[in-house]
């Protein structure tokens, strides 16, 4: 992938940086918050080279790039303010990124914001706590040893001090402070502090105050950045500049930190204990219903952007009881899903599905990574989307049955199995991973699923190839066009046609490579190699599919004179498009040449040009 390329055509397909309110990226996704919806070309972001499917969830416009999704974004931060910055001891005054939509797509959009930035390192400290774990259980360590107690540590500081990374990330989200938000964290976590936790009668200037952990906590932090994002603006409108700098942290501390103890703390660990209750209660009474529950529904999940609202329930479960039982059951929808695109993989006959399924199913195995295989692969497949979801269920729930559960926050995947070898029945683990892998890709080899047609066999050298008109009208030339692009030949060779009745018709025996969903545009590939584009109309894109209707698939074999679109001349005329059609053969490498052009009036079927063969023109 060329990421400066990418980064580029995304940017300009989202209305440009002006129309981007915020920026982030999680594990596979950039996620815009929009300003102008209407300024989105949703079909120029999806043609982007990289982008592998696009969806719109939680307030976002999210752009699935896969595991590559970093160098993007860093390219988009090269090329414009989008994804940098941070804020340093006053409020920035910037534009809120805050999403658009319901509570919950706010919710959502506000837990992907602040967790994004720490996902690899919750991750990857996550998976060295659960090798180091792993090594205990199977006598490889001695945990008291100093190697243990150092590896201990290098694995479990990043989520003991969260609320210092959470600190950054919230002030970011909220354009607060960072450096007074850390100061306020620090307090949480503060050795002193921590050591008074469970201690009877504190109190603070005669207040009782009931202390709770802090120690990987979430909400509080999250809560009091929150408050003080609004608190800053009101003192720096309302203390003298010459003191604000300094006296507002001072009194945000003095007055925040108190409250947290006093207040938010006590109510938020309510919370937290209550949400990992009401979890153990259901993974402890009916496990296998939970287990199939989230098996099921986690790639579903993942597909709306819903996911990230789990974050905070699993990291409250984490910090109550030292396991998580919420996450056992996703390495089962997670394995599931790569064991289907392994066996589509395997069944496909055409070769770009293979080369999309390998390593969509190796990232999906390794990293626990699955968009590139749900987007590319099983969803527009369906079937194999469908059999992974039921592997997920029929996993999940054996592995919950088993009392399975996580010892780190980890991303499910291969390389972290070890995280749920602590607890429960591993004998049901591992049938439940076995169940999650087999069925589908048995499912998805056996029984299957509609495959693309295979790719021709290579084109015979020295075969020229008869362009059939596609439409009623008149043609004319390709350097009459008002598009440079087209007019120049950039794109390719090829004839004109300004359409009198809005019917395209297939100018020769041909499958279908690519068919647009707006309709303005079909690739075809003659069995002789000649490649074919004709595109309706002059920036016919932007009318997003209305006035067009596709009558084929990609991938559909079609002979000279099949209708393939049908397109309301008058209508896209009235819109203010040009409606002149180019027809261009797009591998001039193979068909240089373009001869015998007609011009004038034209109907369907009559001969347009000559597409002539490379070899062809050397002997000539």
């Known amino acids: 992938m060329d990421y400066s390329k990418t980064a580029a055509a995304v940017l300009k397909g989202v209305g440009g940086e002006d129309n981007v309110l915020s920026l982030v990226h999680c594990a596979t996704r950039l996620r815009f918050v929009i300003r102008d919806d209407a300024k989105v070309d949703k079909a120029a972001v999806k043609a982007a080279p990289g982008v592998i499917a696009t969806a719109e969830a939680g307030g976002q416009y999210q752009v699935v790039i896969g595991n590559e999704v ?8 090269t090329i414009s303010k989008l994804g940098g910055g941070s804020h340093g001891d006053g409020p920035s005054g910037a534009t809120s990124g805050a999403p658009k939509g319901n509570p919950l797509n706010r919710f959502i959009a506000m837990i992907s914001a602040i967790f994004t930035p720490l996902l690899w390192a919750l991750a990857g400290t996550g998976l060295l706590k659960a090798f180091l774990a792993a090594a205990v259980t199977f006598g490889w360590l001695d945990n008291t040893t100093t190697t243990y107690t150092i590896l201990n540590a290098l694995s479990d500081a990043f989520i003991n001090f969260l609320p210092l990374a959470l600190a950054i990330t919230a002030a970011k989200y909220f354009n607060a ?5 850390l100061a306020i964290a620090g307090a949480f976590v503060y050795p002193s502090i921590v050591a008074l ?27 009091i950045v929150w408050l003080q994002s609004h608190a800053e603006r009101f003192l720096y409108a309302k203390l003298p500049s010459a003191i604000r700098r300094f006296v507002t942290p001072m009194l945000l501390v003095l007055i925040l930190v108190p409250l947290t103890f006093l207040l938010i703390g006590p109510l938020s660990n309510l919370v937290s204990g209550g949400l990992a209750g009401g979890i153990s209660w259901v993974f402890t009474a009916v496990p296998w219903l939970g287990g199939a529950i989230m098996g099921g529904l986690w790639q579903v999940f993942v597909i709306f952007g819903l996911h990230w609202g789990f974050v905070p329930i699993m990291t409250a479960e984490l910090q109550t009881g030292g396991y998580v039982f919420l996450i056992a059951p996703l390495f089962a929808a997670v394995l599931a899903q790569a064991a289907a695109v392994t066996g589509v993989w395997v069944r496909t006959k055409d070769k770009n599905l293979k080369s999309l399924a390998a390593p969509a199913a190796l990232s999906g195995f390794l990293a626990g990574v699955t968009e590139p295989a749900i987007y590319g692969v099983n969803l527009p497949l369906k079937r194999p989307f469908v059999y992974g979801v039921i592997g997920g269920v029929l996993g999940g729930g054996l592995i919950s049955a088993g009392g399975i ?14 995280a749920l070898l602590s607890t429960g029945n591993l004998v049901l683990l591992f049938i ?5 892998i087999i069925v589908p890709f048995l499912l998805t080899v056996i029984v299957g699923f509609k495959d693309p047609v295979a790719e021709p066999a290579a084109p015979a050298e020295g075969t020229d190839v008869d362009v059939l008109s596609p439409l009623d009208g008149t043609a004319i030339a390709l350097t009459e066009v008002a598009d440079a692009a087209f007019a120049g030949g950039t794109l390719g060779k090829g004839v004109a046609i300004i359409p009198r009745v809005g019917a395209l018709y297939a100018p020769f025996d041909a499958v279908v490579v690519a068919a647009f969903p707006t309709g303005h545009a079909i690739g075809l590939r003659h069995a002789d190699g000649a490649e074919a584009l004709i595109h309706i109309g002059i920036d016919t894109v932007k009318l997003a599919g209305q006035h067009f209707t596709v009558k084929v698939d990609k991938g559909q074999q079609v002979k000279a004179g099949d209708l393939l679109v049908e397109f309301d001349v008058a209508a896209i005329t009235a819109a203010g498009y040009d409606v002149t059609t180019p027809v261009i053969i797009t591998n001039p490498k193979k068909y240089p040449t373009i001869a015998a052009m007609a011009s004038g009036p034209v109907a369907h079927g009559d001969s347009l040009f000559l597409a002539i063969a490379q070899e062809e023109r050397a002997l000539v």
């Open 70 to 77: 970093p160098e993007v974004f860093a390219a988009i931060s």
């Open 177 to 181: 402070a960072q450096f007074t938000s």
């Open 197 to 223: 936790n469970g201690v009877p009668d504190i109190t603070f200037f005669g207040i009782p105050v009931t202390m709770v952990s802090y120690v990987s906590s979430v909400i509080p932090i999250i809560v």
């Open 405 to 418: 559960a996580s010892n780190a926050f980890v991303l499910p995947s291969g390389l972290a199995i070890p």
């Open 432 to 436: 439940g991973l076995a169940v999650a």
